[in-house]
Every structure is written in structure tokens, then in C-alpha cells.
């Protein structure tokens, strides 16, 4: 039996999808819909989804990274290295991690490296690999590489993660709490699932690194037409939308390079924003404006999406003269900012006013055990060697605590692993 994956080149999920099949064992044909149309049009027919990546599996079509499904189809149809059945466990808690580490992107995987280099049994949990990292197509300004797509830069870290000593599980922590372990010791309980399933993990620190989520539009219709239409990844979708009408929403650095990858990809680009000044720099709208066949709608919201299957129109109002019209556009590519999700730790740690997490200069937050690095903090500057060194220290801190020396500097290079 062939399994199949239909993905795109720069796709984060799907490249966890692929390393997810190999680390079974299961062969499978990699097809890039990017390049093959008919493969695309399969794609789309089969799975009813216009967004990468999908996974064709005996006669299982299933769109997404999803775990507990792959598991399903792959032992329906006895491929793959099969789990050894668990003996049930008096004590599902026994195993207590030095740090629990919450992302595994810039901020977490970087904390995951100096924290198991301290040789402390370190834990990511996260809900994919790279973040915000993995869509972006060229970084020119992170130390050591001139220019290195994020894909490139999160399988290095990954990989330097993993041969650190680290273990990384893709779940999304859902509940942070204090817990009490053997003889009274002060540790933290992450609850994380991954599709229905959910386990409990036990640190004695915890390092916040969960960066940002993309915000979404709220207007009606988007929901339902996520990966039919509506987007949250161009690095991922655009090419999906090949000679086709769609639009960016959005009037920051995102955007007009939303919009600028996407002139090269779809017919006709719109790009829908709620002003007539821009937050993105004066070149990269200057790029975007210079392009033939983008074009720009000011002063204007989205006020909703439709279609049938697939999403066929947005209507968008103009906020100074009321007027209403629609917009046929086969995609929507959604990039009006991002938010941190910080509900889960509101109850342990202060947050400032925008929900992030307030830092001290060494990464700790206002109750002890608990440090934070990377885009979820207060700091302004969001970027990746600032959330990379962030990590650093949030590790390093942890070390200290865990040590019982809160403030003593320790040099990493007096490296205590002897692994190597
Ligand atoms: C389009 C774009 C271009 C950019 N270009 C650059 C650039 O050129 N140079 C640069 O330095 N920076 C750039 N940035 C910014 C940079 O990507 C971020 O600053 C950096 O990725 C932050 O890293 P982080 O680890 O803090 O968080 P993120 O990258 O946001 O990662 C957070 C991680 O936490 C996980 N997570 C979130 N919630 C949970 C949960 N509840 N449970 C488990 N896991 C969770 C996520 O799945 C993710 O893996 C760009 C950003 C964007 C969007």
C-alpha cells in the first residue's frame, strides 16, 4: 500500500508530516502540488482542501498534521513501527523533568539546547516545530547565516535541540499549574494534548516560550473556509492559488510580503487595509505598490467571506464611505498581526496590558520556578536571536534555580554533559 503526501516546498507542517512518517519507517511518495497541477487538482478533489499538507493513507484522507489520525490509518493497515502496548502505571507521574520547556521554536528550542547541555532532563512541548520561524522565506539578519530560509534554520535547531540531549513532544499545553511532588517538592503540572489524547507532565521549572499565533479576521464565514480558501500561511498555500484572484489582509511588513510572493503566484492581488498609512516599512510597500497586478483597497474592512465549497468572495466596506462591495477571490491570506496565547498562565505569572508575559533582565517572571523567553515576553523587540538569547538565559536561570543559586553567573562553556 503507497502512502502519499501531497505538500509545498516551504511547508512547516508538512515537513513535520514527512519526518513524522520517516521516524516510523514509512515509505511514502513525497508530491509537491506546487509544481504539479494535476496532483493539486487531486488533492483538492480527494481531501475537499485547498491548504498543505494532505496525507493519503490506504483510504484515508487526512488534510493536516494530525497525529492521532495518521496512528489510525497507518496501524489500520499495519505500517509502521507499532507503540509497545503500555503496562497502565501505578503512578502515570513518576518521571519529574528538570524543565519543562512550553514552544519549540527561536525562544524554546534555543532554552531546550543550554538546559540539556546542563544536563537537565528537559521536556519541549509545543505544538509545531519553528513557529513563526517556519514561514518565513529569507532571514538575512540571524548571526552566522547571510541569508537562510526559516525552514532551513529551524531543522538545524531542531536537530541541535535533539543532540543536545532534549526530548520533544508535538502537544499543545492547554493547563499550567503547581503541583506537589515526593516529600512536598514544588513542581509544575503541564497538561498537553494532541488531538483527543492528553497527558500530564511534571517539571520542576517551566520556560514560557509560545511566542505568537496569527490573529484571525472574526468575520463570518472564515472559520469555515480555513484551508478551502481562507489562509494563515502564503509561505505554505500560495501556491495553491496559481493564476487565480485572491487578497492579503493586512497593512504591516507581513502583508506587502504576503502580497509580493503572492504577485508572482495568483493573477490579481488585493490587498485590504484598514487605513491609508502603513505599518510596514515605506520599501517593502513601495515593493508591493510597484508590482502590475496588486492593487490596493484603503480605508477598508473585511466584513465577510462566502462560497460553496470553496471560498468564491470576501465583501469589504469602506470605512469612510460606507460602500459596500464584493470581491470574487478565490483566497484570502489573513495577516493582520498576532497574539500570545498567555490565558493558560494568567493565574502563576503577571502579564502586562497586551497579555505577555512580564520578564525580568535573566528571563524570570513573578513566581520562582517559572521563566520566560522569546515573542510571549514583554520585551518590544520581537526577533529571532533576541528570543534565541532570551532562551539562553531563561535556561541558564533555570539552572540556577534548580541549583539553588538564583543569581550566580554560571559560564556555559564549563560544560557539564560529557556526552561528546
Ligand atoms: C512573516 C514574518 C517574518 C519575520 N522575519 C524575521 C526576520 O527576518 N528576522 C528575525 O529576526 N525575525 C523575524 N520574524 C520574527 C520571528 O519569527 C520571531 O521573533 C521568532 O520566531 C520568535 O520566536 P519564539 O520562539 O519566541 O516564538 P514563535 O516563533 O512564535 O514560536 C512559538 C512556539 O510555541 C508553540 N506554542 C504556542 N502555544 C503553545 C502551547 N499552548 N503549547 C505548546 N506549544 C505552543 C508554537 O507552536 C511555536 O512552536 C518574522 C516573523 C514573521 C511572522
Given at each position: ?7 509545498t516546498?516551504n511547508c ?21 502540488v506546487g509544481?504539479?497541477r494535476?496532483?493539486a487538482d487531486?488533492m483538492v478533489?480527494?481531501s475537499g482542501q485547498k491548504g498543505v499538507?494532505v ?8 488534510a ?71 514561514a ?78 496569527p490573529?484571525s479576521l472574526?468575520v463570518?464565514g472564515e472559520e469555515g473556509f480555513v484551508g478551502r480558501g481562507v489562509s494563515y500561511c502564503v509561505t505554505c498555500d500560495a501556491p495553491m492559488f496559481k493564476g487565480k484572484d485572491v487578497a492579503v489582509v493586512g497593512?504591516?511588513?507581513s502583508a506587502?510580503d504576503a502580497a509580493i510572493v503572492l504577485s508572482a503566484i495568483a493573477r490579481k492581488v488585493y490587498v485590504i ?15 508591493a505598490?510597484?508590482k502590475?497586478n496588486v492593487e490596493?483597497v484603503?480605508?477598508?474592512?473585511v466584513?465577510g467571506v462566502a462560497g460553496k465549497k470553496f471560498l468564491e468572495a470576501m465583501t469589504v ?9 464584493e470581491l470574487n477571490v478565490e483566497g484570502v491570506f489573513v495577516e493582520v ?84
Open positions: 500500500m503507497k502512502v502519499r503526501v501531497f505538500s516546498e512547516p507542517y508538512c515537513r513535520m508530516a514527512k519526518d513524522y512518517l520517516k521516524a516510523k519507517g514509512v515509505e511514502f511518495e513525497d508530491i509537491n509544481e504539479d494535476a496532483a487531486e478533489e480527494k499538507p496525507l493519503d493513507i490506504g483510504d484515508e484522507i487526512i493536516g498534521f494530525d497525529v492521532p489520525r495518521i496512528d489510525a490509518a497507518l496501524e489500520k493497515l499495519k505500517m509502521g513501527k507499532q507503540a509497545k502496548p503500555k503496562k497502565p502505571r501505578p503512578d502515570a507521574l513518576k518521571k519529574v523533568y528538570d524543565v519543562l520547556v512550553i514552544g519549540g521554536s527561536a525562544a524554546g528550542l534555543t532554552a531546550a539546547v543550554y538546559a540539556a547541555r546542563r544536563n537537565l532532563k528537559t521536556l519541549v512541548l509545543t505544538k509545531d516545530v519553528g513557529g513563526q520561524m517556519s518565513i522565506k529569507s532571514i538575512e539578519n540571524y548571526p552566522g547565516f547571510v541569508d537562510v530560509s526559516g525552514s532551513e534554520l529551524v531543522k538545524v535547531m531542531d536537530a541541535q535541540a535533539k543532540a543536545s540531549g532534549a526530548e520533544i513532544v508535538i502537544k499543545e499545553v492547554v493547563e499550567l499549574n503547581e503541583a506537589e511532588g515526593k516529600a512536598g517538592e514544588k513542581l509544575f503540572m503541564a497538561k498537553a494534548c494532541g488531538g483527543e489524547k492528553c497527558d500530564e507532565y511534571l517539571g520542576r521549572t517551566v520556560i514560557l516560550a509560545m511566542g505568537k499565533t490573529r472574526g463570518p497593512g504591516g511588513n506587502m487595509h484598514r487605513r491609508s498609512e502603513f505599518r510596514a516599512f515605506e520599501q517593502a510597500v513601495e515593493d505598490r510597484r502590475k490596493f484603503l480605508d477598508s474592512i466584513t466596506e469602506n470605512k469612510k464611505t460606507g460602500k459596500k462591495s498581526g498576532s497574539d500570545v496565547n498567555t490565558k493558560f498562565v494568567g493565574h502563576l505569572v503577571n502579564l502586562d496590558e497586551n497579555g505577555q508575559v512580564k520578564t525580568g533582565k535573566n528571563g524570570e517572571t513573578s513566581h520562582a520556578g517559572i521563566f520566560a523567553a522569546g515573542d510571549v515576553t514583554d520585551t518590544p523587540f520581537k526577533q529571532i536571536s533576541v528570543a534565541a538569547g532570551d532562551g539562553c538565559k531563561a535556561a541558564l536561570s533555570a539552572y540556577n534555580h534548580i541549583h539553588g543559586f538564583e543569581s550566580k553567573y554560571v559560564v556555559d562553556w564549563t560544560k557539564q554533559n560529557s556526552k561528546k
